[in-house]
Each structure stands twice: as C-alpha cells, then as structure tokens.
C-alpha cells in the first residue's frame, strides 16, 4: 500500500483526481517543477496527514484536499491568489492554515466543515469570501480585511463558537444567511459601505445584542435577524435602520 510519495523533479504536471481516496496515502512531497495540479488531486485521501503546496502554482484547484480527514496543518505559499471551490472541505482535523499574503479570493465550499478550525488570519489582499466558505467551521473569532468587497452566502453560517466578528470597511455586499447560527456572536458593527442586509444574514444568533447599523444601509430584510430575539440596534436618528426597528418592535438606541 502507498504510505508516502514523492514526486520527481522531472514531473511537470498532475493530472486531474491522480491520487484521489488513496486511503493508505500518509505523506506527499509536491516539488517546485510541478506548475499544474488538476482538481481534486489528493481528496479522500482519508489518512493524508502530511503535504505541501509548491511555490510553482498560484492557485489551490477544486476539491484539491477535500475529505482529507487527517489533515491537520498546511501551509498556503505567497504565490497563491485564490483557493478553490471546496478545496479543503470535509477536513475535520485541519486546525493550523498558514495563508499566502497574496490571496485574492476564496471560492465557495472551500473550508466548509472544517471543525478544528479556530482561527485564520486573512490577507489584506482578500477582495472576495465565496458562498459556504467556513460554513459549519470552527472559528472562533474573524477579521475580514478591508480590501474585503463581497461575503457569500452562508459564508460562516452554523459558525456555533464564532464569537468575535469584524467586518470591512470596504464590504458593499453581504449574502443571505452570511452569518446564521452563529450562537456565540454577541456584537457586530456595519460598515459604512454597506447599503443592504438580507434574508437571514444575521437570523438564529441567539447571544447576539448589540448591533450597530450607519446611515448608509437603506435596506433591511424582515429576516435579516430572524430568532436572533436578544437584538438592540443603534443607529442614528432618523436613519432607515431606526424605521426598521420601530416597525419590527426591536429596542433601539441613537
């Protein structure tokens, strides 16, 4: 049974799903020739504890490590500017992600369901969060750049421990359901840049109380803080988000 590979210098590609559910696969070297890797190289690779990026390519592909249920620790190398659709979902142990500076995006799915996840520090090059991206993770607190533009839906929804929530000031979108079941998340400021709060974006965080809503949203959906019972919002008087509250019977402040 394949416990470990290498890979050869001479190597310049790796094709599409070339390792994928090799169940005794526990160790992989990738070497700097390798400028392609396919969607979904190592998923399921249920006992992968141990690989590395190479600094030759500058994106994480599709389901690159998905169900790499042992895979505790990885390094994103500063070449890389995007991580791809689901590329690490369905890692339950991975609880170390050290980021490329040079990200610019993070696809849908990509860190879905990653459990042991308490943490991540975020490049300030980061300009979009994809739908599902940290859905159901176990993050405990998140600073989302300002270069930040867009948050997908669902992005950290059923986040059950994130407590600590810090949005950026350059955020003009955010999806529905953004932040749904976040149970621990007890205060939250709107940027600014923000206009519009959907359906469900900030529903069920049943710790959540104060939230602090500028001027500039215009828009709020009658779901935004669906079963989040406990909210008071401040706003400034005569704003939208002070109408919202009045006609939604939530306790308000100027």
């Known amino acids: 049974l394949l416990a470990g590979i290498t890979i050869p210098n001479s190597v310049t590609t790796i094709g599409k799903q070339a390792f994928r559910s090799c169940k005794s696969l526990v160790s992989a070297f990738v070497p700097n020739s390798v400028t392609s890797m396919g969607d979904g190289v190592f998923s399921l690779c249920s006992k992968l504890k141990t690989v590395n990026i190479p600094e030759s390519i500058d994106a994480i592909g599709v389901q690159l490590f998905s169900g790499c249920s042992e895979l505790e ?120 840049s923000l206009t519009s709060i959907p359906d469900g974006a900030f529903s069920y965080c049943t710790a959540l109380k104060w939230v602090f809503i500028p001027r500039s949203v215009t828009t709020i959906s009658v779901k935004a803080f669906l079963n989040s019972t406990n909210v008071i919002i401040y706003c400034p008087a005569g704003s939208y988000a002070e109408t919202f509250a009045i006609n939604n019977g939530i306790p308000y402040f100027n």
């Open 73 to 192: 620790r990885i390094v994103i190398p500063n070449n890389i500017k995007s991580i791809g659709y689901s590329a690490f979902s369905y890692c339950p142990a991975l609880s170390e992600v050290c980021m490329s500076s040079n990200v610019e995006m993070i696809d849908a799915y990509a860190f879905y369901t990653c459990t042991s996840l308490k943490s991540i520090i975020l490049p300030y090059s980061l300009k979009s969060i994809g739908d599902w991206a940290f859905y159901g993770s176990g993050l405990q607190s998140i600073i989302i750049p300002n270069n930040v533009v867009t948050i997908g839906s669902s992005a950290f929804s059923a986040c059950r421990v994130l407590s600590f929530v810090i949005l950026s000031g350059s955020l003009n979108k955010i999806g529905k359901d953004a932040f749904s079941g976040c149970f621990a998340l007890k205060w939250l400021v709107i940027p600014g």
